[in-house]
Each structure stands twice: as C-alpha cells, then as structure tokens.
C-alpha cells in the first residue's frame, strides 16, 4: 500500500513537473529601426500673449485656441483628435452643469484666448501659469487663500469639494 503511494506521488509530481517545463517560453520581441514608435506630442503654442486677471474666488476653463487646436490635428490621427475635442468639450460641459447646480458662488471664467493665468491670492501673493505647460484643456480651481491647482474634469464634484471645503 505505502509503495502504491509512492509511486502515485511520483507520478504526479511527474506530470507536474513535465506540464510547467513545456509551458510556452518567454518570446523577446527586438526593437529594430523600422520599428513604430509613436512620437510624444507637444501641445502647440498658443497664439495669443494675452492674460486672464483672476482675484477672486473662481474656477478657470482652459482650453486649447482654435489655431492650437488645427496644429494639434495635423500631428495627430484623426480618431486621437475628435476624442480629444469630444472630451473637452463635454467634460468642461459637465462641469458648468455641476458649479451652476452646487456651486453657484463660485465665478467661473473661461481662458481660450489667453494664454497666461495671473491669480493674485488674499495675501497679496501671485501666482501666474503659463496653459502652454497645461493640458489641452482643463479646469483651474482658485479659492484666494491656496495656491491655484487643476482638478480631474471626470473627478470634478470630489475636487472641488476637497479643494473649497478643505481648510488649508
């Protein structure tokens, strides 16, 4: 009996043994030159110098300028560029629809034809930022006291609740 056992172990440790040695082995793929890489793309430069003032309690759209946006679909597939345009557009949609619900004292400005944000905080201290470095779009928020920071457009009602209603 103890021998049958044995053997039964044996044999399945066998069959073990042989099915994870005979598995598929790992296949390395070699980059060679023809190789596609996709390029990392660069948000184009705005083409407008102007600055948005924002010295009160505000959220700030940003968004791409229409000449941005033509130089943005040249190098980039078309299917990438109507996401991109597709998500901006509803996402910054959604969030007027969520601050003009639960948050109506919050002002809201739009930036698309500037390309600097000049904040100036309570404290006298300002903050500008350049969108050229931001996102095609995106959201800015800006409570006086903190420095401005972007949200989650797809997070909007946690971020803004986390950033307004947050003491520090």
């Not at 023809?34 to 102007?50: A, E, M, R, Y």
């Not at 309690?57 to 109507?82: G, N, Y």
């Not at 698309?112 to 959201?139: A, H, N």
Request: glycine share 2%.
């Amino acid at each position: 009996m103890i021998k049958c056992f044995s053997w039964f172990l044996f044999l399945a440790g066998s069959l073990i043994f042989a099915g994870c040695s005979n598995s598929q082995k790992d296949e390395k793929k070699e980059i060679t030159e023809d190789s596609t890489v996709q390029p990392l793309i660069v948000k184009p430069g705005s083409s407008f110098n102007d600055t948005l003032l924002v010295n009160t309690e505000s959220v700030v759209l940003f968004t791409a300028d229409s000449v941005q946006f033509e130089k943005l679909r040249k190098v980039i597939s078309p299917m990438a560029w109507e996401s991109i345009h597709h998500d901006c557009y509803y996402q910054q949609r959604f969030v007027r629809t969520i601050l003009k619900q639960h948050w109506p004292k919050i002002k809201v400005n739009e930036a698309v034809k500037q390309r600097y944000i000049f904040f100036v905080k309570s404290d006298g201290e300002k903050v500008l930022i350049d969108t050229d470095k931001l996102d095609v779009c995106g959201i800015l928020l800006f409570n006086r006291k903190k420095n401005p920071q972007t949200a989650d457009l797809t997070n909007i009602e946690t971020e803004l609740r986390y950033y307004f209603e947050s003491p520090n």
